[in-house]
């Protein structure tokens, strides 16, 4: 079984201002590890992903994680967040070997920026 | 190309009806999965669908139930309502060959 925990459900960030959202996971298995991004009244969307390889990975808008797997964690960071950047994240995992394209998700983390 | 369309977005249903919601993947995606969101749980796997065989199911009730046709378009079905399953209900489909899922828009479910 797998478990994924966003250690934090809410977090305010002043425009221009660094942010970094927190993913911890738990498998007994090699998994796949995705960040996706929500808004208001909306579905989820692929931000980025790790699979294998450079344990850090970008998105084209800025946001990057790193994999890090002593500490079983896939941080999401950007150096300058926008306005435009206010949602909700979800971090997520999956079973590399499964064979199906299950997700195991936190519970979210939202994110405000203030202008 | 067209994303993931859910049909519909909204619904209005009394405790003790069954519902239908309606989920067209990606063309030339085979699989299909199912996603209930609330605030309480967040988003749970429900079941996932490929090539018409259910691979995969979440821990929920009999009360929830899906199919997918030959086409790969899914539907799933909940019966018996009951007003915890007030609820976002997203759908998702994968290439074959690929890790990453698309997400609908979602179905809003409202049970009163």
């Known amino acids: 079984a797998q478990s994924v925990t966003q250690l934090d459900s809410q977090v305010p960030v002043f425009e221009e201002a660094p942010v970094e959202l927190r993913c911890n996971y738990s498998s007994s298995v090699s998994v796949y590890l995705f960040w996706y991004v929500q808004y208001p009244n909306q579905g989820l969307q692929l931000l980025l992903k790790?699979?294998?390889?450079?344990?850090l990975v970008e998105s084209i808008n800025g946001f990057e994680a790193e994999f890090n797997k002593s500490q079983t964690s896939f941080h999401l960071r950007k150096p300058s967040v926008h306005i435009s950047d206010t949602a909700e994240y979800f971090c997520?995992?999956?079973?590399?070997?499964?064979?199906?394209?299950?997700?195991?998700f936190g519970k979210g983390t939202k994110l405000s920026v203030i202008p | 190309k067209a994303g993931v369309t859910q049909t519909p977005r909204y619904l209005i249903k009394t405790r003790g009806q069954q519902v239908t919601l309606s989920c067209s993947p990606i063309?030339?995606?085979?699989?299909v999965s199912w996603y209930q969101q609330t605030p309480g749980q967040g988003l749970q796997f429900l079941f996932e669908y490929f090539s018409e065989t259910q691979r995969n199911k979440g821990n929920f009730p009999g009360r929830f139930s899906g199919r997918q046709f030959s086409n790969s378009r899914s539907e799933m079905n909940v019966s018996t309502l009951e007003l915890g399953d007030s609820a976002l209900y997203l759908c998702?489909?994968?290439?074959?060959?690929?890790?990453?899922?698309?997400f609908g828009q979602g179905t809003r479910l409202t049970v009163v």
């Open positions: 790790y699979l294998s390889g450079s344990t």
């Open positions: 063309s030339g995606h085979r699989s």
């Open positions: 998702a489909s994968s290439r074959t060959d690929s890790t990453e899922a698309f």
């Open positions: 997520a995992v999956s079973d590399s070997g499964a064979g199906s394209y299950q997700l195991t």
